[in-house]
Every structure is written in structure tokens, then in C-alpha cells.
């Protein structure tokens, strides 16, 4: 039995050259709007036109959320309905709403809160190619394996901006990503305490990923 499935990516979907134009015709877009001045004290065309493109904290992950709920909005108006979610990074926020788990307004106050937490940890995300040997003696986890090389995996590296530094100096062949912070670094657990639990909803078994 074929299925539809939505992918939701993480940080880095949106950039500098993104309008606002066409998402306004989700259905969302004006109850995005009036959370975000109620809630936030937020103007969402102000807040779009300043940041996006950035990737600055707190705002950019709320952005990414934005943006891909109105986008899925707009293809299930175009006929499209998804039978499978899956999300990666923030994209799970957005995943997770359209799997039914999350309010809306409870998704734009938690992709706002990470952000708040994203504040804290100034850094820098890397990414090239490594052999397995140099795996496994890296003193932390990539943050994600993107694709196999020969010999090796193509990974992404996520940490403070002086840790990253070094490793570039020790590996020139690997890239600078634009985003200014560290997504994926196990610091973010020592601020947990600053995310506001929310009860889930229940959602079918295999819609969510």
C-alpha cells in the first residue's frame, strides 16, 4: 500500500531569500499571527523581515516552525495528506503538531523556549568526511552521520566555537556552517529546566517518526 510522507527538516530551512508571501495563504497564518502577539508580544511580519535568514536565537526555530506549518497546510489545501510524519532537529516540532500531539499554540511556545535555550550556548556546527577510525576517536558523538564515503562516513560536528576552531585547523577539509549555535550539543540538558512540560496528545501507532 503506497503512503504519503511528510519530511520535516531542522534548522537551516530557511535563508535570507525566504518570503512570507505564499505561506500567507495557510489557513494558519493569522492564528500564527495572533499567538505570537498575545503570547509572545511578537509581530510576525516585523519578526520575519528582521531574522529570517539568520539563524539567531531565540527566534529561529520558532521561524522553521512557522514556515513548515504553514507549507504542510498549504499542500494538504493542493489534495496532499500525509499518512507518516517524520522530523529531524526542530522539524520534529513541526512534525509533531501535524501528527496531532501538540496544540498550536503549545508548538510555537516550545520551538520559542528552545530558542530562548539555544541563547545560551554561543558555537559553531561543522561537517566533512571522516574515517571510521577517526569516529570512534572523537571525544564526542557527531551530531548526525550524513552519508556513507569510502572508508568512512560524511558527519556533522556540533560544539563551541574554540573546540570547533580547533578541529578545523586539524581537519581544513571540513565546512563552517552559518548556523551561531551548537544544535545537538549535550549541553543544552543543563538547561531542561527552562522547558515547560506539555501533556501529549495520543497519536495512531506508525504516524510519527
Not at 528552545?114 to 541563547?119: D, L, M, P, Y
Request: net charge negative; aromatic share 10%.
Amino acid at each position: 500500500m503506497k503512503k504519503t510522507v511528510f519530511l520535516y527538516s531542522g534548522e537551516g530551512t530557511h535563508s535570507g531569500e525566504t518570503r512570507f508571501k505564499l505561506l500567507k495563504h495557510s489557513r494558519h497564518w493569522v492564528q500564527i499571527e495572533n499567538i505570537l502577539r498575545t503570547k509572545m508580544n511578537l509581530e510576525l511580519e516585523q519578526l520575519w523581515n528582521r531574522e529570517i535568514g539568520k539563524h539567531r536565537c531565540p527566534y529561529s526555530p520558532l521561524l522553521t516552525v512557522v514556515s513548515q506549518i504553514c507549507l504542510v497546510d498549504i499542500w494538504r489545501q493542493w489534495g496532499y495528506h500525509p499518512d507518516v510524519v517524520i522530523g529531524h532537529s526542530t522539524g520534529e516540532l513541526a512534525a509533531a503538531y501535524q501528527a496531532g500531539f501538540f496544540s498550536l499554540e503549545e508548538v510555537l511556545l516550545l520551538a520559542y523556549r528552545i530558542g530562548e535555550v539555544a541563547s545560551n550556548l554561543e558555537g559553531a556546527m561543522i561537517h566533512g568526511r571522516l574515517s571510521d577510525a577517526e569516529i570512534a576517536d572523537l571525544p564526542v558523538s557527531p551530531s548526525s552521520f550524513n552519508f556513507n564515503v569510502e572508508n568512512g562516513k560524511h558527519v556533522t560536528l556540533s560544539g563551541y566555537a574554540g573546540d570547533m576552531e580547533e578541529f578545523l585547523q586539524e581537519h581544513p577539509d571540513f565546512v563552517r556552517m552559518k548556523l551561531s549555535h551548537p544544535w545537538h550539543h549535550p549541553d543544552y540538558r543543563r538547561f531542561s529546566d527552562q522547558l515547560t512540560g506539555i501533556t501529549s496528545g495520543v497519536v495512531p501507532e506508525n504516524k510519527f517518526v
